[in-house]
């Protein structure tokens, strides 16, 4: 760490800690510069650091103050070991911490949730469902043995199969076996395909529980480079298959997590055609496919596999209710050992839940409900993408989703998003740094977004918030490299 940085952190510890309060004026640079016996350049670019934080405010003719922040201010900072890596390497952020952290903040200190990756509960039927499921649990009778046992309710794999016939796709329910959500979907799906050591490919960027998941199970993460708006590079993908370093795919094709975007139907037939060819198999995370914002669903890979080769996983957690924790997958030639590891794993999924589920989609309009669902998300992207193109720094770059609840937006080259991230946390305000979503030091001037709550002032302000930190952290990184460049001149 540079010598600036170790003083600003020094001074901001100092004002966290009540040292200097709010409003009060800091020392000047040259008694700093005295009392620490460093040079008034390396003070002025702590000064300036802290300034970018938004922790401390230039006034003219005054000197330097600490900030006095909003109500929406007064939330806690990032945990200590997260808030040590802020100025560290994207590789070397603890990244299990940041997403805790992130959470923590929205959990229990209801900061506003942009960094969410769960959509907003207010576009579920939470009420009919769980009266659902409790006129089932209400109902039932036990017999010592449970009714459970996978693959799953028959009446809900009866309604998820009619649910693909009506999306236009007719699939065989044997292949179905229903889980605990899309996580244990992928969790079995990848004990079946890999092996510990074994490496998966995944899009660059991924959502980041998909690495934690592939590391946990002991395999290797090979990340391949993604276009924002088709996919994964099916070219740079087969070098790596065709040269054996890619044992298995992970991917999501639709609505992807954090790019948005759907692959163009050829770009998923050359793909299937590629990892069948070798024998790939392939693991499609589904979980968005419901969300789409055109006319009609998104083709799968699932669509163009002939040979049994790929997985699909899905849930109803983005679509209908994130309490009950049901999804499924459609296995091809693994079901019976997804089946199997489902016994061995986790043994049943409520029964109470599924046939709730089961019984809303046979009765309740769900087409309905995700017609309403996709025109209150469409509406929200679009507020949030004229919000960020009016309130962000020139140079702001973002997507166009195609699906889904998340944008992903890029600020001007190599400015530092952990820094925003770091002031968002200090006003209330929670997003997801680009550094999260790679094992590499890539992205690291990006961040996503969460745009499935209502609009309203706290969630506009809170864009204009972002903009206003976005564009101190862009001046102060500017006006750091010209004073390196000043620096190295002398």
């Not at 959990?107 to 089932?136: C, E, K, M, W």
Request: hydrophobic letters at 40%.
């Amino acid at each position: 760490m540079k010598l600036y940085e170790k003083l600003a952190d020094a001074i901001e510890e100092q004002i966290r800690r009540g040292v200097l309060l709010p409003g009060e004026r800091i020392p000047s640079v040259r008694q700093t510069s005295q009392n620490h016996q460093l040079s008034i350049t390396t003070v002025i670019r702590a000064y300036l650091l802290l300034e970018s934080r938004g922790m401390i405010e230039s006034r003219p003719q005054s000197g330097y103050f600490v900030r006095v922040r909003s109500a929406a201010g007064t939330k806690p900072a990032l945990t200590h070991a997260a808030a040590a890596d802020a100025g560290t390497e994207p590789s070397q952020i603890d990244i299990s911490g940041l997403v805790l952290s992130t959470l923590h903040s929205i959990g229990v200190n209801g900061a506003v949730p942009l960094g969410s990756p769960y959509p907003d509960t207010a576009l579920f039927p939470l009420q009919r469902i769980n009266r659902y499921a409790h006129a089932i649990a209400r109902q039932q009778t036990f017999w010592g043995v449970p009714s459970e046992l996978p693959p799953g309710k028959p009446e809900l794999i009866r309604q998820i199969a009619r649910r693909y016939l009506e999306n236009g796709a007719a699939i065989d329910p044997a292949e179905i076996v229903v889980t605990l959500g899309a996580t244990e979907a992928i969790n079995l799906s990848l004990q079946a395909v890999a092996r510990p050591g074994d490496a998966i490919a995944v899009e660059s960027p991924t959502f980041y529980a998909i690495s934690h998941t592939i590391e946990r199970m002991g395999m290797r993460v090979v990340e391949v480079p993604t276009d924002q708006t088709t996919g994964i590079d099916v070219d740079a993908l087969a070098k790596l298959i065709e040269t054996k370093q890619v044992d298995a795919c992970l991917l999501m094709p639709n609505f992807h997590n954090p790019l948005g975007y759907q692959m163009p139907d050829e770009r998923k037939r050359a793909l299937i055609e590629l990892t069948n060819r070798h024998q790939v198999p392939v693991i499609e995370n589904a979980v968005y496919n419901e969300l789409y914002f055109g006319d009609a669903p998104p083709g799968t890979l699932k669509q163009y596999d002939t040979q049994g080769l790929v997985l699909q996983c899905a849930s109803f957690s983005k679509s209908l209710t994130p309490a009950l924790r049901i999804g499924w997958v459609l296995a091809g030639r693994y079901r019976a050992q997804i089946e199997r590891l489902k016994l061995l794993n986790t043994l049943t999924t409520p029964s109470s839940a599924q046939l709730a589920i089961a019984e809303f989609l046979e009765n309740d309009g769900y087409d309905h409900h995700l017609r309403r669902v996709r025109r209150t998300l469409m509406q929200h992207v679009s507020l949030m993408r004229s919000a960020v193109e009016r309130f962000f720094p020139e140079g702001t770059k973002m997507t166009n989703p195609a699906g889904g609840y998340l944008l992903w937006v890029e600020l001007p080259h190599s400015t530092d998003s952990m820094r925003l991230y770091r002031n968002a946390i200090d006003n209330g305000i929670t997003i997801g740094p680009g550094c999260m979503f790679s094992r590499s030091s890539q992205y690291g001037n990006a961040f996503r977004l969460n745009y499935s709550y209502a609009w309203s002032p706290e969630i506009e302000g809170s864009i204009v918030t972002l903009g206003k930190i976005a564009a101190r952290v862009v001046s102060f990184q500017r006006r750091e490299a010209s004073t390196e460049e000043d620096v190295m001149a002398r």
